[in-house]
């Protein structure tokens, strides 16, 4: 039998007879649910994704709430999955296709592909599960478990690399049922054919899995180049004036883009980070002009958080401003109350979570015993 078919045969048999993997979006049919669950899986794993594809769903039932719903309520719903360019591109997708295509989503391989956020990956998937269309997915699941089973040493982040899976995966796919063949070859990648500790004693592919068989699975697949990963340091200064904290919108085409941050200054090295926090405050202060400060409150414990290609170090000063002082117009003024509606990066919540803002009741408490 040829090595193709037998793979793709012995895959929809698993498929049939062992795959238990639950997911709210498995054998889904509206597509507007395909669609925001490729979406929000796309850089996210499965099990982390489930939550906010339930969240979603609950907000935004159909593609016209969501399209209707304001962007920054849209990021707060989105808040702590990264990559918060998809969500930007979601919701104007959303729009496109409720406001401009009357609520019907194309039908289409190559109509699908020109939606913003939508690559081939997607679009198959979306082609496949939503209109039974037949193309093959390919993704870190795919590219893994093709070049174990088939032995491809072929740089898997190589542009001839791609093209190479690319085709194999078309080859393999079974074109009558190209939604349950995706599906299985995705869960077989997530729950046998895994990166680390793959299930081989009890993979049925394993008689002609090459890379099993010349005992060479964790050389696969193979990657033409690492990914350097680089350090930030950030001091947050949270400004209190009248029960309101200043904060600003992150513009900038870096991570965090369009969310919310408090003021702050970003170092070349650690050890300037480390330095900075109670003697930088007041020269920030002066910097900016900013004479009004009342108290130094405390400086927070440092956190960190780990993005794809960036380690992220932070700290913050909390610091109450005058009452009577002017405020700094450069940044908007926000209640405790708004603050918990607006969306931050994940490491500025972390240190909201962390009952910072509390602390400012609890000076305000010694501050009236002393009195």
């Given amino acids: 039998m040829d090595l193709k078919k037998y793979f793709q045969q012995q895959l929809l048999y698993w498929h049939d007879t062992e795959n238990n993997r639950l997911l709210p979006w498995k054998e889904e049919k509206n597509v507007y649910r395909i669609w925001l669950s490729e979406i929000i899986l796309q850089q996210t794993r499965a099990e982390q ?3 906010y594809y339930e969240r979603f769903i609950k907000a935004y039932p ?9 962007l920054e309520e849209v990021y707060k719903l989105w808040e702590g999955l990264g990559y918060y360019n998809r969500c930007k591109n979601l919701h104007s997708t959303a729009q496109k296709i409720a406001f401009e295509l009357k609520g019907k989503f194309p039908n289409t391989y190559d109509s699908i592909l020109e939606l913003k956020g939508i690559g081939p990956y997607t679009a198959a998937a979306i082609s496949s599960f939503g209109f039974g269309l037949p ?9 893994r478990v093709l070049s174990r089973f088939f032995g491809v040493d072929d740089p898997v982040d190589s542009t001839s690399g791609k093209k190479i899976f690319q085709q194999l995966a078309q080859d393999c796919l079974a074109t ?11 869960d077989f990648g997530a729950v046998v054919c895994k990166p680390d500790l793959p299930d081989c004693a009890n993979c049925v592919m394993q008689k002609k899995c090459i890379a099993f068989q010349t ?4 050389s696969y697949p193979v990657k033409e180049k690492k990914t350097k990963q680089r350090s930030r340091w950030f001091l947050f200064y949270i400004l209190e004036q009248n029960g309101r904290f200043a904060v600003q919108k992150r513009t900038a085409k870096d991570v965090w883009a369009n969310l919310y941050e408090f003021p702050n200054e970003e170092f070349a090295e650690e050890k300037l980070w480390k330095q900075a926090a109670k003697k930088d405050a007041a020269q920030w202060l002066n910097a900016k002009n900013i004479n009004s400060a009342h108290q130094l409150l405390t400086i927070t414990k440092p956190l960190k958080q780990q993005l794809s290609h960036q380690m992220i170090y932070a700290n913050a000063v909390l610091i109450r401003l005058k009452n009577n002082g002017k405020k700094i117009k450069q940044y908007e003024w926000k209640s405790i109350t708004e603050l918990k509606h607006l969306p931050f990066p994940k490491i500025l919540n972390d240190f909201l979570n962390a009952k910072i803002l509390q602390l400012f009741q609890l000076n305000d408490a010694v501050i009236t015993q002393k009195t």
């Fill in 135 to 143: 193309y093959a997915v390919v993704d870190g699941n795919v590219f």
């Fill in 62 to 70: 159909t593609i016209q709430k969501l399209a209707k719903a304001p």
């Fill in 215 to 218: 005992s060479a699975v964790a």
């Fill in 176 to 186: 009558k049922e190209p939604a349950a063949y995706n599906q299985a070859i995705m």
């Fill in 49 to 51: 994704g489930m939550k």
